[in-house]
């Protein structure tokens, strides 16, 4: 993949997974029925506000022009944050309906940092 191709693709799977963990942050600090799912799946209040701020902070992270550790980070902590969702679910008994999404997810996370990876070894490399 040419440089200019690999970059859009990145954009493009990137944007698709900050919009969506933008979503679920806001959905975790507005919608009372998220405050009830996290309830159920046993988290204290405070956990799912303090989760939202930190989903909303890793996605800065991965938008803005920041040192490469930080953006690991950022994907290191979506990474967890995405698996102990499924855990979580799949713990209390919930099916595909309330675990699919971290799922599909998770597939957008794994594109993107696939994506991303390649790209910092192309400019490694001087190819970019």
């Given at each position: 993949?040419?440089?200019?191709?690999?970059?859009?693709?990145?954009?493009?799977?990137?944007?698709?997974?900050?919009?969506?963990?933008?979503?679920?942050?806001?959905?975790?600090?507005a919608l009372p029925q998220v405050a009830e799912a996290f309830a159920r799946?046993?988290?204290?209040?405070?956990?799912?506000v303090e989760l939202a701020w930190a989903k909303v902070v890793?996605?800065?992270?991965?938008?803005?022009?920041?040192?490469?550790?930080?953006?690991?980070?950022?994907?290191?902590?979506?990474?967890?944050?995405?698996?102990?969702?499924?855990?979580?679910?799949?713990?209390?008994?919930?099916?595909?309906?309330?675990?699919?999404?971290?799922?599909?997810?998770?597939?957008?996370?794994?594109?993107?940092?696939?994506?991303?990876?390649?790209?910092?070894?192309?400019?490694?490399?001087?190819?970019?």
């Amino acid at each position: 993949m040419t440089g200019r191709r690999l970059a859009v693709a990145y954009w493009a799977v990137t944007g698709l997974f900050c919009v969506q963990m933008g979503f679920t942050a806001y959905a975790q600090l507005a919608l009372p029925q998220v405050a009830e799912a996290f309830a159920r799946l046993g988290f204290p209040g405070y956990f799912r506000v303090e989760l939202a701020w930190a989903k909303v902070v890793g996605v800065g992270l991965l938008l803005a022009p920041v040192p490469r550790r930080w953006k690991e980070w950022a994907y290191a902590g979506f990474a967890i944050d995405l698996a102990s969702a499924l855990i979580a679910h799949v713990a209390v008994g919930e099916g595909p309906e309330a675990w699919g999404w971290a799922v599909g997810t998770g597939g957008l996370w794994v594109c993107s940092y696939a994506l991303w990876r390649r790209m910092e070894g192309k400019q490694e490399r001087g190819a970019v």
